[in-house]
């Protein structure tokens, strides 16, 4: 029995129920919007079911049916993207297309470097990325529409592989003329009448909060947003202070308001970034290279688009 589908309408499809237009499939996978507007009327044609709802002012919805499919379509392209690796690692070459995830907290300073790096190393492969945070990032390898991430070490499932590259410990984040913003370390007593932004994303809030929690300290919460520029700029303007694992190397927030990084006092948990992905991807020869490209760029020295530096540690309190 012919298949009443192609690999390319099925890329296609997804695009389009993951952006929510054809206008917006069109720009991430770099067709016409006629093209894929085709593409999606000859599925619907050939398989007989209606798979988008067209809403003119809100672009397009799944249908039931669209939903179902949609499922089953991702499932294959996963299993297409296996083969098309089977055949990479036999001829032993590092080609073809990396799905990569970021925290959308440091995606910014790391992601496209580490993309550029790897695909001047390896001049066959492609690497798409997503920025998501690090729920959305567990469910996207277990759906298989990553193959591998860049997150922290938070409450990873038993299913996944968490590889570890760098700790990188708590900072306080300071309005730049704040009274605490000159010292070397800042503890969380100093901080316990101080107004605080928090970065209230999955599992990095439980990170923080836990932090405050070990030393029997409760912060006094001012401002959430799930936005770490945002948090910058309400830290600049005088909202509070916040805590973050992130050192830019522009310090400054979005608006050009000056800030300090100053570390956070005392023996707490570092927050650990390191590569995720599914149980037995190593054996994939793209993977095993991405994996080794990450290790060499991301060290104790050296973070793409972050400062490092020596940490006083517990026994340096240092004020």
Same mark, same amino acid.
């Given at each position: 029995?012919?298949?009443?589908?192609t690999?390319?309408?099925?890329?296609y499809?997804?695009?389009?129920?993951?952006?929510? /237009?054809?206008a917006?499939?069109?720009?991430?996978?770099?067709?016409s919007?006629?093209?894929?507007s085709?593409?999606i009327?000859?599925?619907?044609?050939?398989?007989?079911?209606q798979?988008?709802?067209?809403?003119h002012?809100?672009?397009l919805?799944l249908?039931?049916?669209?939903?179902?499919?949609?499922?089953q379509?991702?499932?294959?392209?996963?299993?297409?993207?296996?083969?098309?690796?089977?055949?990479?690692d036999?001829s032993?070459?590092?080609?073809?297309?990396?799905?990569?995830?970021?925290?959308?907290?440091?995606?910014?300073?790391?992601?496209?470097?580490?993309?550029?790096?790897?695909e001047?190393r390896?001049?066959?492969?492609?690497v798409?990325?997503?920025?998501?945070?690090?729920?959305?990032?567990?469910?996207?390898l277990?759906?298989?529409?990553?193959?591998?991430?860049l997150?922290?070490d938070?409450?990873?499932? /038993?299913?996944l592989?968490?590889?570890?590259?760098?700790?990188?410990?708590?900072?306080?984040?300071?309005?730049?003329a704040?009274?605490?913003a000159?010292? /070397?370390?800042?503890?969380?007593?100093?901080?316990?009448?101080q107004?605080?932004v928090?970065?209230?994303l &999955?599992? @990095?809030?439980?990170?923080?909060? @836990?932090?405050?929690?070990? /030393?029997?300290i409760?912060?006094?919460?001012?401002?959430?947003?799930?936005d770490?520029a945002?948090?910058?700029s309400?830290?600049?303007?005088?909202?509070g202070?916040?805590?973050?694992?992130?050192?830019?190397?522009?310090?400054?927030?979005?608006?050009g308001?000056?800030?300090?990084?100053?570390?956070?006092?005392?023996?707490?948990r570092?927050?650990?970034?390191?590569?995720?992905?599914?149980?037995?991807s190593?054996?994939?020869?793209?993977?095993?290279?991405?994996?080794?490209?990450?290790?060499?760029?991301?060290?104790?020295? @050296?973070?793409p688009g972050?400062?490092?530096? &020596?940490?006083p540690?517990?026994?340096?309190?240092?004020?």
């Open positions: 029995m012919p298949l009443r589908f690999i390319r309408q099925l890329e499809l997804v695009a389009v129920a993951e952006a929510g /237009s054809i917006g499939a069109a720009d991430r996978v770099n067709v919007s006629p093209s894929i085709a593409a009327s000859q599925l619907e044609a050939d398989f007989g079911h798979f988008f709802i067209r809403k002012a809100q672009g919805s249908t039931q049916t669209g939903r179902q499919f949609l499922i379509a991702r499932k294959v392209l996963h299993e297409a993207r296996t083969l098309n690796r089977l055949a990479d036999i032993g070459k590092v080609q073809g297309t990396l799905a990569l995830g970021c925290l959308l907290t440091f995606a910014q300073f790391m992601a496209p470097q580490l993309r550029r790096g790897f001047t390896h001049e066959g492969v492609r798409t990325q997503s920025e998501l945070n690090h729920e959305e990032i567990i469910a996207g277990r759906a298989g529409d990553l193959d591998i991430a997150t922290y938070l409450d990873i499932p /038993s299913d592989v968490f590889l570890p590259l760098v700790a990188l410990p708590p900072y306080v984040i300071l309005p730049a704040h009274p605490l000159g010292r /070397s370390q800042v503890s969380l007593a100093d901080l316990r009448d107004p605080m928090l970065l209230d &999955p599992f @990095s809030t439980e990170y923080f909060l @836990s932090v405050f929690k070990a /030393s029997g409760r912060p006094r919460i001012a401002e959430r947003t799930r770490l945002v948090v910058r309400l830290v600049a303007n005088g909202f202070y916040a805590i973050a694992n992130i050192r830019p190397l522009n310090e400054n927030a979005p608006d308001r000056p800030l300090r990084f100053v570390p956070l006092a005392g023996d707490n570092p927050m650990v970034m390191g590569l995720l992905m599914a149980e037995g190593d054996t994939i020869l793209t993977l095993r290279a991405f994996v080794d490209h990450c290790r060499d760029v991301v060290t104790e020295d @050296s973070v972050m400062r490092m530096q &020596p940490w540690g517990p026994a340096e309190n240092r004020t």
